[in-house]
Protein backbone atom coordinates (compact mmCIF):
# COMPACT_ATOMS: atom_id res chain seq x y z
CA UNK A 1 0.00 0.00 0.00
CA UNK A 2 3.03 2.44 -0.82
CA UNK A 3 1.01 4.02 -3.34
CA UNK A 4 -2.36 4.63 -0.93
CA UNK A 5 -2.10 7.83 0.36
CA UNK A 6 -2.30 8.81 -3.83
CA UNK A 7 -5.82 8.34 -3.62
CA UNK A 8 -6.55 10.62 -1.00
CA UNK A 9 -4.04 13.61 -2.84
CA UNK A 10 -6.17 12.63 -6.36
CA UNK A 11 -9.37 12.55 -4.72
CA UNK A 12 -10.69 15.45 -6.24
CA UNK A 13 -10.11 14.51 -9.86
CA UNK A 14 -13.52 14.82 -11.36
CA UNK A 15 -13.64 10.90 -12.53
CA UNK A 16 -12.46 9.34 -9.20
CA UNK A 17 -14.93 12.31 -7.31
CA UNK A 18 -17.53 10.57 -9.89
CA UNK A 19 -16.58 6.85 -9.24
CA UNK A 20 -17.03 7.04 -5.21
CA UNK A 21 -20.60 9.26 -5.55
CA UNK A 22 -21.97 6.54 -7.77
CA UNK A 23 -21.03 3.54 -5.76
CA UNK A 24 -23.79 1.49 -6.48
CA UNK A 25 -25.24 3.05 -9.31
CA UNK A 26 -26.45 0.97 -12.61
CA UNK A 27 -24.05 2.23 -14.88
CA UNK A 28 -21.14 4.67 -15.10
CA UNK A 29 -18.18 5.58 -17.82
CA UNK A 30 -15.04 7.30 -17.01
CA UNK A 31 -12.71 8.41 -19.61
CA UNK A 32 -9.09 9.64 -18.53
CA UNK A 33 -5.48 7.58 -19.52
CA UNK A 34 -4.88 4.27 -18.94
CA UNK A 35 -3.23 5.35 -15.71
CA UNK A 36 -6.06 6.30 -14.07
CA UNK A 37 -7.83 2.55 -14.36
CA UNK A 38 -5.63 1.58 -10.91
CA UNK A 39 -7.02 4.62 -9.45
CA UNK A 40 -10.31 4.60 -10.16
CA UNK A 41 -11.10 0.87 -9.03
CA UNK A 42 -8.90 1.84 -6.34
CA UNK A 43 -11.50 3.94 -5.04
CA UNK A 44 -14.48 2.34 -5.60
CA UNK A 45 -12.98 -0.82 -3.54
CA UNK A 46 -12.78 1.39 -0.72
CA UNK A 47 -16.49 2.52 -1.31
CA UNK A 48 -18.38 -0.55 -2.02
CA UNK A 49 -17.62 -2.89 0.95
CA UNK A 50 -18.09 -5.63 -1.37
CA UNK A 51 -15.65 -6.91 -4.26
CA UNK A 52 -14.97 -4.94 -7.70
CA UNK A 53 -14.58 -7.28 -10.32
CA UNK A 54 -12.19 -5.61 -12.64
CA UNK A 55 -12.39 -7.12 -16.49
CA UNK A 56 -9.12 -6.52 -18.94
CA UNK A 57 -9.00 -7.74 -22.61
CA UNK A 58 -6.07 -9.68 -22.04
CA UNK A 59 -4.20 -12.26 -18.94
CA UNK A 60 -0.71 -10.25 -19.18
CA UNK A 61 -2.80 -6.69 -18.78
CA UNK A 62 -4.64 -8.52 -15.76
CA UNK A 63 -1.68 -9.03 -14.10
CA UNK A 64 0.09 -5.63 -14.95
CA UNK A 65 -3.21 -4.27 -13.54
CA UNK A 66 -2.87 -6.87 -10.21
CA UNK A 67 0.53 -5.21 -9.32
CA UNK A 68 -0.28 -1.81 -9.30
CA UNK A 69 -3.62 -2.00 -7.31
CA UNK A 70 -1.36 -3.91 -4.33
CA UNK A 71 0.32 -0.90 -4.45
CA UNK A 72 -3.36 1.68 -4.33
CA UNK A 73 -4.74 -0.96 -1.47
CA UNK A 74 -4.14 -3.71 0.83
CA UNK A 75 -1.63 -6.78 -1.31
CA UNK A 76 -3.87 -9.85 0.41
CA UNK A 77 -6.97 -8.04 -0.77
CA UNK A 78 -6.41 -8.35 -4.56
CA UNK A 79 -6.81 -11.78 -6.33
CA UNK A 80 -6.49 -12.57 -9.56
CA UNK A 81 -8.97 -14.55 -11.44
CA UNK A 82 -7.11 -16.36 -14.79
CA UNK A 83 -9.12 -17.46 -17.57
CA UNK A 84 -8.48 -20.75 -18.86
CA UNK A 85 -5.67 -21.36 -21.51
CA UNK A 86 -7.77 -23.92 -23.30
CA UNK A 87 -11.12 -23.41 -24.94
CA UNK A 88 -14.71 -24.80 -23.41
CA UNK A 89 -14.40 -27.86 -26.06
CA UNK A 90 -11.00 -28.42 -26.35
CA UNK A 91 -10.26 -31.97 -25.56
CA UNK A 92 -7.60 -30.40 -22.81
CA UNK A 93 -7.68 -30.01 -18.94
CA UNK A 94 -6.85 -26.36 -17.87
CA UNK A 95 -3.43 -26.26 -15.97
CA UNK A 96 -3.84 -27.73 -12.49
CA UNK A 97 -2.56 -24.44 -10.74
CA UNK A 98 -4.91 -22.47 -12.95
CA UNK A 99 -7.84 -24.10 -11.63
CA UNK A 100 -6.48 -24.11 -8.60
CA UNK A 101 -6.29 -20.62 -8.78
CA UNK A 102 -9.44 -20.00 -9.81
CA UNK A 103 -11.17 -22.00 -7.28
CA UNK A 104 -9.03 -20.57 -4.13
CA UNK A 105 -10.50 -17.06 -5.29
CA UNK A 106 -14.34 -18.42 -5.52
CA UNK A 107 -13.42 -20.01 -2.18
CA UNK A 108 -12.48 -16.62 -0.60
CA UNK A 109 -15.00 -15.14 -1.78
CA UNK A 110 -18.03 -17.48 -0.67
CA UNK A 111 -16.32 -18.23 3.00
CA UNK A 112 -13.81 -15.15 3.33
CA UNK A 113 -13.60 -16.11 7.34
CA UNK A 114 -12.25 -19.39 6.48
CA UNK A 115 -9.74 -21.00 8.44
CA UNK A 116 -7.37 -21.57 4.84
CA UNK A 117 -4.16 -19.35 4.98
CA UNK A 118 -6.17 -17.35 2.11
CA UNK A 119 -8.82 -15.88 4.06
CA UNK A 120 -9.84 -12.72 4.26
CA UNK A 121 -11.62 -10.05 2.84
CA UNK A 122 -11.30 -9.44 -1.11
CA UNK A 123 -11.54 -6.07 -2.53
CA UNK A 124 -10.57 -6.29 -6.26
CA UNK A 125 -11.22 -9.25 -8.36
CA UNK A 126 -9.02 -8.90 -11.78
CA UNK A 127 -10.21 -10.97 -14.56
CA UNK A 128 -9.26 -11.42 -17.94
CA UNK A 129 -12.41 -10.88 -20.04
CA UNK A 130 -11.72 -14.63 -21.09
CA UNK A 131 -13.19 -15.59 -17.15
CA UNK A 132 -15.78 -13.50 -17.34
CA UNK A 133 -17.28 -15.06 -20.81
CA UNK A 134 -16.49 -18.84 -20.08
CA UNK A 135 -19.48 -20.49 -18.23
CA UNK A 136 -18.50 -22.88 -15.44
CA UNK A 137 -19.98 -25.65 -13.04
CA UNK A 138 -21.76 -23.53 -9.94
CA UNK A 139 -20.86 -23.93 -6.90
CA UNK A 140 -17.33 -24.13 -7.16
CA UNK A 141 -16.72 -21.63 -3.75
CA UNK A 142 -18.42 -24.57 -1.83
CA UNK A 143 -15.89 -26.98 -2.61
CA UNK A 144 -13.97 -28.43 0.43
CA UNK A 145 -10.25 -28.06 0.16
CA UNK A 146 -8.31 -30.79 1.99
CA UNK A 147 -6.73 -29.12 5.23
CA UNK A 148 -4.00 -30.67 7.66
CA UNK A 149 -1.99 -29.09 10.61
CA UNK A 150 0.71 -30.49 12.66
CA UNK A 151 -0.88 -31.81 16.03
CA UNK A 152 -4.03 -32.84 13.98
CA UNK A 153 -5.06 -35.88 15.23
CA UNK A 154 -7.74 -39.45 14.19
CA UNK A 155 -6.80 -38.95 10.84
CA UNK A 156 -6.76 -42.31 9.21
CA UNK A 157 -4.59 -42.12 5.85
CA UNK A 158 -6.64 -43.72 3.31
CA UNK A 159 -9.47 -41.27 4.33
CA UNK A 160 -7.10 -38.25 3.47
CA UNK A 161 -5.96 -40.39 -0.03
CA UNK A 162 -9.51 -40.99 -1.02
CA UNK A 163 -10.28 -37.36 -0.12
CA UNK A 164 -7.16 -36.10 -2.66
CA UNK A 165 -8.48 -37.89 -5.25
CA UNK A 166 -11.67 -36.83 -5.10
CA UNK A 167 -10.46 -33.39 -5.45
CA UNK A 168 -8.65 -33.89 -8.31
CA UNK A 169 -5.29 -35.20 -7.81
CA UNK A 170 -3.31 -38.09 -9.32
CA UNK A 171 -1.28 -40.60 -7.18
CA UNK A 172 1.86 -41.03 -8.63
CA UNK A 173 5.56 -42.37 -7.30
CA UNK A 174 7.47 -38.92 -6.89
CA UNK A 175 5.64 -35.71 -6.67
CA UNK A 176 6.73 -33.66 -9.50
CA UNK A 177 3.51 -31.68 -10.50
CA UNK A 178 1.21 -29.42 -9.28
CA UNK A 179 -1.88 -31.70 -8.68
CA UNK A 180 -0.01 -34.71 -7.74
CA UNK A 181 0.47 -36.63 -4.20
CA UNK A 182 2.14 -39.88 -3.22
CA UNK A 183 2.33 -41.66 -0.01
CA UNK A 184 5.40 -43.75 1.46
CA UNK A 185 4.72 -45.19 4.50
CA UNK A 186 3.70 -42.31 7.47
CA UNK A 187 4.38 -39.75 5.20
CA UNK A 188 2.05 -38.14 2.37
CA UNK A 189 3.35 -35.85 -0.30
CA UNK A 190 1.16 -33.20 -2.03
CA UNK A 191 1.39 -30.55 -4.15
CA UNK A 192 -1.68 -28.12 -4.12
CA UNK A 193 -1.87 -26.02 -7.64
CA UNK A 194 -1.81 -22.71 -5.34
CA UNK A 195 1.79 -23.74 -3.67
CA UNK A 196 5.25 -22.69 -5.33
CA UNK A 197 6.51 -25.88 -3.60
CA UNK A 198 5.03 -29.40 -2.54
CA UNK A 199 4.31 -29.97 1.15
CA UNK A 200 5.41 -33.03 2.98
CA UNK A 201 3.01 -34.37 5.79
CA UNK A 202 4.50 -36.77 8.12
CA UNK A 203 2.27 -38.53 10.44
CA UNK A 204 3.29 -40.74 13.95
CA UNK A 205 0.32 -43.09 13.58
CA UNK A 206 -3.05 -41.06 13.47
CA UNK A 207 -1.31 -37.91 14.46
CA UNK A 208 0.00 -35.38 11.53
CA UNK A 209 3.74 -34.71 13.42
CA UNK A 210 4.94 -32.07 11.05
CA UNK A 211 4.30 -30.24 7.94
CA UNK A 212 7.01 -29.25 5.68
CA UNK A 213 7.77 -28.33 2.03
CA UNK A 214 10.12 -29.79 -0.05
CA UNK A 215 12.19 -29.53 -3.59
CA UNK A 216 11.29 -31.27 -6.19
CA UNK A 217 14.09 -31.27 -8.23
CA UNK A 218 15.79 -33.22 -5.11
CA UNK A 219 13.12 -34.20 -2.86
CA UNK A 220 15.05 -32.43 0.22
CA UNK A 221 12.66 -31.14 2.74
CA UNK A 222 12.89 -27.13 3.61
CA UNK A 223 11.33 -24.83 5.86
CA UNK A 224 8.10 -25.88 7.93
CA UNK A 225 4.70 -24.56 6.75
CA UNK A 226 3.06 -22.79 9.74
CA UNK A 227 -0.43 -22.85 8.06
CA UNK A 228 -0.24 -26.81 7.45
CA UNK A 229 -1.72 -27.91 4.16
CA UNK A 230 -4.64 -26.44 2.17
CA UNK A 231 -4.95 -28.47 -0.95
CA UNK A 232 -7.68 -26.82 -2.86
CA UNK A 233 -9.51 -29.30 -5.83
CA UNK A 234 -6.99 -28.93 -9.00
CA UNK A 235 -10.37 -29.57 -11.15
CA UNK A 236 -13.84 -27.87 -11.60
CA UNK A 237 -15.64 -30.88 -13.16
CA UNK A 238 -15.62 -33.38 -9.72
CA UNK A 239 -16.38 -36.92 -10.42
CA UNK A 240 -19.28 -37.08 -7.68
CA UNK A 241 -21.87 -39.95 -7.85
CA UNK A 242 -24.17 -38.06 -10.17
CA UNK A 243 -21.51 -37.13 -12.45
CA UNK A 244 -20.21 -40.97 -12.85
CA UNK A 245 -24.08 -42.00 -13.15
CA UNK A 246 -24.59 -39.83 -16.24
CA UNK A 247 -21.53 -40.77 -17.73
CA UNK A 248 -22.29 -44.46 -17.50
CA UNK A 249 -25.53 -43.44 -18.76
CA UNK A 250 -24.24 -41.13 -21.81
CA UNK A 251 -22.11 -44.07 -22.20
CA UNK A 252 -25.17 -46.91 -23.49
CA UNK A 253 -25.98 -44.28 -26.21
CA UNK A 254 -22.68 -42.83 -27.18
CA UNK A 255 -20.11 -45.24 -27.60
CA UNK A 256 -18.02 -43.44 -29.68
CA UNK A 257 -17.36 -40.62 -26.70
CA UNK A 258 -15.95 -43.66 -24.71
CA UNK A 259 -12.92 -42.78 -24.54
CA UNK A 260 -14.18 -40.42 -22.00
CA UNK A 261 -17.02 -41.94 -20.70
CA UNK A 262 -15.93 -44.68 -19.66
CA UNK A 263 -12.82 -43.63 -17.38
CA UNK A 264 -15.32 -41.15 -15.74
CA UNK A 265 -18.12 -43.94 -15.15
CA UNK A 266 -15.44 -45.56 -12.94
CA UNK A 267 -14.26 -42.72 -11.05
CA UNK A 268 -10.95 -41.89 -13.03
CA UNK A 269 -10.04 -38.41 -13.84
CA UNK A 270 -9.25 -38.11 -17.83
CA UNK A 271 -7.55 -35.59 -19.92
CA UNK A 272 -10.39 -33.33 -21.37
CA UNK A 273 -13.09 -34.46 -19.02
CA UNK A 274 -13.94 -30.63 -18.89
CA UNK A 275 -14.86 -30.47 -22.25
CA UNK A 276 -18.30 -32.97 -21.25
CA UNK A 277 -19.44 -30.57 -18.65
CA UNK A 278 -22.35 -29.51 -19.98
CA UNK A 279 -23.84 -32.91 -20.41
CA UNK A 280 -22.43 -34.31 -17.00
CA UNK A 281 -24.08 -31.43 -15.05
CA UNK A 282 -27.19 -29.58 -14.50
CA UNK A 283 -26.28 -25.95 -15.70
CA UNK A 284 -23.13 -23.85 -16.17
CA UNK A 285 -23.43 -20.32 -14.94
CA UNK A 286 -21.10 -17.02 -15.52
CA UNK A 287 -18.12 -16.00 -12.53
CA UNK A 288 -20.80 -13.08 -11.61
CA UNK A 289 -23.50 -15.59 -10.21
CA UNK A 290 -20.41 -16.20 -7.59
CA UNK A 291 -20.01 -12.12 -6.68
CA UNK A 292 -21.44 -11.15 -3.15
CA UNK A 293 -24.26 -8.65 -2.70
CA UNK A 294 -23.05 -4.89 -3.76
CA UNK A 295 -20.20 -6.18 -6.36
CA UNK A 296 -19.32 -3.94 -9.35
CA UNK A 297 -18.05 -5.13 -12.31
CA UNK A 298 -15.49 -2.32 -14.03
CA UNK A 299 -14.61 -2.68 -17.81
CA UNK A 300 -11.13 -1.53 -17.95
CA UNK A 301 -10.81 0.27 -21.48
CA UNK A 302 -14.31 -1.30 -22.85
CA UNK A 303 -13.35 -0.95 -26.37
CA UNK A 304 -10.15 -2.95 -26.50
CA UNK A 305 -12.37 -5.54 -23.74
CA UNK A 306 -15.09 -5.84 -26.86
CA UNK A 307 -12.94 -6.82 -29.67
CA UNK A 308 -11.57 -9.21 -27.53
CA UNK A 309 -14.34 -11.21 -26.52
CA UNK A 310 -15.37 -10.91 -30.05
CA UNK A 311 -12.73 -12.81 -31.37
CA UNK A 312 -12.83 -15.37 -28.36
CA UNK A 313 -16.43 -15.88 -29.28
CA UNK A 314 -15.84 -16.41 -32.29
CA UNK A 315 -12.87 -18.67 -31.62
CA UNK A 316 -15.07 -20.85 -29.31
CA UNK A 317 -17.92 -20.96 -31.88
CA UNK A 318 -15.39 -22.24 -34.84
CA UNK A 319 -13.92 -24.81 -32.60
CA UNK A 320 -17.27 -26.54 -31.60
CA UNK A 321 -18.25 -26.75 -35.11
CA UNK A 322 -15.16 -28.30 -36.07
CA UNK A 323 -14.46 -30.07 -32.71
CA UNK A 324 -13.46 -33.31 -32.02
CA UNK A 325 -17.37 -34.29 -31.17
CA UNK A 326 -18.50 -33.83 -34.39
CA UNK A 327 -16.01 -35.38 -36.03
CA UNK A 328 -16.86 -38.53 -33.35
CA UNK A 329 -20.15 -38.62 -34.84
CA UNK A 330 -19.53 -38.60 -38.61
CA UNK A 331 -19.94 -34.81 -38.73
CA UNK A 332 -22.84 -35.10 -36.41
CA UNK A 333 -22.30 -33.91 -32.88
CA UNK A 334 -23.37 -36.59 -30.31
CA UNK A 335 -24.01 -34.53 -27.47
CA UNK A 336 -24.94 -31.04 -27.23
CA UNK A 337 -21.82 -29.14 -25.81
CA UNK A 338 -23.14 -25.61 -26.96
CA UNK A 339 -23.49 -24.57 -23.18
CA UNK A 340 -20.25 -24.33 -22.94
CA UNK A 341 -19.52 -22.21 -25.03
CA UNK A 342 -18.06 -18.32 -24.08
CA UNK A 343 -21.02 -16.00 -23.61
CA UNK A 344 -21.19 -13.18 -25.97
CA UNK A 345 -20.27 -9.95 -23.80
CA UNK A 346 -23.33 -7.97 -24.49
CA UNK A 347 -25.38 -11.57 -22.77
CA UNK A 348 -23.16 -11.30 -19.95
CA UNK A 349 -23.88 -7.46 -19.36
CA UNK A 350 -27.58 -8.09 -19.40
CA UNK A 351 -27.09 -11.13 -17.06
CA UNK A 352 -25.45 -8.32 -14.74
CA UNK A 353 -28.58 -6.24 -15.02
CA UNK A 354 -31.00 -9.15 -14.49
CA UNK A 355 -28.78 -9.64 -10.98
CA UNK A 356 -28.91 -6.48 -10.02
CA UNK A 357 -24.81 -5.95 -10.77
CA UNK A 358 -23.14 -2.23 -12.06
CA UNK A 359 -21.41 -2.34 -14.92
CA UNK A 360 -19.10 0.21 -15.71
CA UNK A 361 -16.36 1.16 -18.00
CA UNK A 362 -12.94 3.00 -17.40
CA UNK A 363 -12.23 4.27 -21.45
CA UNK A 364 -9.23 5.75 -22.95
CA UNK A 365 -11.69 8.05 -25.67
CA UNK A 366 -11.32 11.32 -24.98
CA UNK A 367 -13.17 13.03 -28.48
CA UNK A 368 -16.42 13.93 -27.63
CA UNK A 369 -17.93 12.35 -30.62
CA UNK A 370 -16.46 9.12 -29.20
CA UNK A 371 -18.03 9.46 -25.46
CA UNK A 372 -21.18 8.66 -24.40
CA UNK A 373 -23.87 10.73 -22.71
CA UNK A 374 -23.12 11.04 -19.63
CA UNK A 375 -19.66 10.06 -19.21
CA UNK A 376 -17.07 11.72 -16.60
CA UNK A 377 -14.10 12.70 -18.16
CA UNK A 378 -10.18 12.63 -15.65
CA UNK A 379 -8.46 15.55 -15.68
CA UNK A 380 -5.48 13.49 -15.83
CA UNK A 381 -3.60 13.44 -18.80
CA UNK A 382 -0.12 11.30 -19.44
CA UNK A 383 2.92 12.01 -18.13
CA UNK A 384 5.64 13.33 -20.26
CA UNK A 385 7.69 10.95 -21.27
CA UNK A 386 11.66 12.30 -20.61
CA UNK A 387 13.18 8.93 -22.37
CA UNK A 388 16.31 9.64 -20.76
CA UNK A 389 16.47 12.92 -20.98
CA UNK A 390 16.89 13.45 -17.22
CA UNK A 391 17.89 17.11 -17.44
CA UNK A 392 14.63 17.88 -18.59
CA UNK A 393 13.15 15.82 -16.13
CA UNK A 394 14.77 17.56 -13.33
CA UNK A 395 13.75 20.75 -14.78
CA UNK A 396 10.02 19.78 -14.43
CA UNK A 397 10.36 18.74 -11.23
CA UNK A 398 12.15 21.71 -9.98
CA UNK A 399 9.64 23.81 -11.51
CA UNK A 400 6.65 21.86 -9.98
CA UNK A 401 8.13 21.62 -6.64
CA UNK A 402 8.44 25.63 -6.69
CA UNK A 403 5.15 26.03 -7.64
CA UNK A 404 3.65 24.08 -4.33
CA UNK A 405 2.57 20.70 -6.48
CA UNK A 406 2.48 17.67 -5.14
CA UNK A 407 5.07 15.57 -6.92
CA UNK A 408 5.31 11.52 -6.92
CA UNK A 409 8.36 9.24 -8.14
CA UNK A 410 7.66 5.37 -8.12
CA UNK A 411 10.40 3.08 -9.00
CA UNK A 412 10.28 -0.19 -9.39
CA UNK A 413 13.49 -1.08 -7.16
CA UNK A 414 14.98 0.68 -3.98
CA UNK A 415 18.26 1.11 -5.75
CA UNK A 416 17.08 2.77 -8.25
CA UNK A 417 15.22 5.22 -6.36
CA UNK A 418 17.89 6.07 -3.50
CA UNK A 419 20.00 6.54 -6.91
CA UNK A 420 17.18 9.19 -8.07
CA UNK A 421 17.04 10.81 -4.75
CA UNK A 422 21.36 11.49 -4.87
CA UNK A 423 20.80 13.06 -8.08
CA UNK A 424 17.95 15.15 -7.51
CA UNK A 425 19.25 16.04 -4.55
CA UNK A 426 22.66 17.38 -5.93
CA UNK A 427 20.66 19.34 -8.39
CA UNK A 428 18.87 21.04 -6.20
CA UNK A 429 15.78 19.48 -6.43
CA UNK A 430 14.09 18.78 -3.19
CA UNK A 431 13.12 14.94 -2.66
CA UNK A 432 12.82 12.18 -0.19
CA UNK A 433 12.95 9.13 -0.15
CA UNK A 434 9.35 7.90 2.20
CA UNK A 435 7.77 4.12 2.05
CA UNK A 436 4.14 6.19 1.51
CA UNK A 437 2.67 9.03 -0.48
CA UNK A 438 1.95 11.60 2.08
CA UNK A 439 0.26 14.91 1.75
CA UNK A 440 3.61 17.25 1.37
CA UNK A 441 3.58 19.58 -1.38
CA UNK A 442 6.57 21.38 -2.76
CA UNK A 443 8.57 18.29 -1.99
CA UNK A 444 9.69 15.17 -4.64
CA UNK A 445 8.27 12.04 -3.11
CA UNK A 446 10.36 9.34 -4.38
CA UNK A 447 9.48 5.38 -3.42
CA UNK A 448 9.00 2.01 -4.76
CA UNK A 449 6.21 0.52 -6.42
CA UNK A 450 4.35 -0.67 -9.83
CA UNK A 451 2.28 1.85 -11.94
CA UNK A 452 1.77 1.59 -15.62
CA UNK A 453 2.63 4.99 -16.45
CA UNK A 454 2.21 8.55 -14.79
CA UNK A 455 -0.64 11.18 -14.92
CA UNK A 456 -0.24 14.65 -14.71
CA UNK A 457 -3.31 16.79 -13.46
CA UNK A 458 -2.49 21.06 -13.56
CA UNK A 459 -6.29 21.72 -12.06
CA UNK A 460 -4.95 19.21 -8.58
CA UNK A 461 -1.08 20.16 -9.53
CA UNK A 462 -0.58 17.08 -9.05
CA UNK A 463 2.11 15.07 -10.94
CA UNK A 464 3.32 11.17 -10.62
CA UNK A 465 5.80 10.03 -12.85
CA UNK A 466 7.25 5.89 -13.19
CA UNK A 467 10.69 4.89 -13.70
CA UNK A 468 9.14 4.03 -17.47
CA UNK A 469 8.60 7.82 -17.86
CA UNK A 470 12.20 8.79 -17.24
CA UNK A 471 13.77 6.26 -18.76
CA UNK A 472 11.47 5.00 -21.82
CA UNK A 473 11.93 1.91 -20.86
CA UNK A 474 8.83 -0.30 -19.97
CA UNK A 475 8.42 -3.64 -19.31
CA UNK A 476 6.07 -6.09 -17.22
CA UNK A 477 5.01 -4.90 -13.91
CA UNK A 478 4.68 -8.54 -12.89
CA UNK A 479 8.57 -9.60 -13.83
CA UNK A 480 9.82 -10.92 -10.37
CA UNK A 481 13.49 -12.10 -10.76
CA UNK A 482 13.56 -12.41 -7.05
CA UNK A 483 12.77 -16.25 -7.66
CA UNK A 484 15.20 -16.93 -10.46
CA UNK A 485 18.60 -19.29 -9.17
CA UNK A 486 21.40 -18.14 -9.88
CA UNK A 487 22.08 -21.65 -11.27
CA UNK A 488 19.77 -23.37 -13.47
CA UNK A 489 19.14 -26.99 -11.74
CA UNK A 490 18.51 -30.36 -13.74
CA UNK A 491 19.73 -28.45 -16.82
CA UNK A 492 19.77 -30.90 -19.58
CA UNK A 493 23.20 -31.68 -21.57
CA UNK A 494 22.90 -31.99 -25.41
CA UNK A 495 25.76 -34.58 -25.22
CA UNK A 496 23.21 -36.72 -22.77
CA UNK A 497 20.36 -36.95 -25.14
CA UNK A 498 19.37 -40.56 -26.95
CA UNK A 499 17.67 -40.93 -29.79
CA UNK A 500 13.88 -40.86 -29.48
CA UNK A 501 14.45 -38.49 -26.67
CA UNK A 502 11.43 -35.69 -26.46
CA UNK A 503 12.74 -32.30 -27.09
CA UNK A 504 11.15 -28.76 -27.19
CA UNK A 505 12.71 -26.72 -29.75
CA UNK A 506 12.86 -22.85 -29.52
CA UNK A 507 11.16 -22.29 -32.43
CA UNK A 508 9.78 -25.21 -33.67
CA UNK A 509 8.36 -26.69 -30.09
CA UNK A 510 7.63 -30.36 -28.66
CA UNK A 511 10.02 -33.00 -31.09
CA UNK A 512 11.98 -35.95 -30.82
CA UNK A 513 15.86 -35.77 -30.57
CA UNK A 514 17.24 -38.17 -33.63
CA UNK A 515 21.02 -37.66 -33.91
CA UNK A 516 23.47 -35.13 -33.87
CA UNK A 517 25.89 -34.45 -36.48
CA UNK A 518 29.02 -32.79 -37.32
CA UNK A 519 29.07 -30.36 -40.03
CA UNK A 520 31.73 -28.11 -41.87
CA UNK A 521 30.82 -24.66 -43.16
CA UNK A 522 32.41 -22.33 -45.04
CA UNK A 523 35.95 -24.34 -44.30
Given amino acids: MALHGLLSVAADDPALAAVVEAAGSATLTISGPAAVQPLAVGALAGRTGAPVLAVTSTGREAEDLVAALRCLVPADEVVLYPGWETLPHERLSPRADTVGQRLAVLRRLAHPSDTDPTAGPVSVVVAPVRALLQPQVPGLGELQPVQLRAGDSGLELIDLVADLVAAGYSRTELVEKRGEFAVRGGILDVFPPTEEHPLRVEFW ?106 DLVRTSLE ?113 RFVSEVGDEAGIVQVLTGRLGGGLVSSDLKLAVLTEADLTGQRGSLTKDTSRMPSRRRNAIDPIQLKAGDYVVHEQHGVGRYVEMVRRTVNG
Fill in 205 to 310: GDEVEEVRYFKVVDQRSLEVAEHGLWAPPCRELLLTDDVRARAAELLTGHPELAELLDPISRGEAVEGMEALAPVLVDRLETVLHELPTGSHVVLCDPERVRTRAH
Fill in 319 to 431: FLEASWAAAAGGGTAPVDLGAASLRELDDVAAEAGELGVPWWGITALTADTELGAGTVASGFEPAPTYRGDIEAAIGDLRNWARDGWHVVLVFDGHGSAQRAVERFTDAEVPA
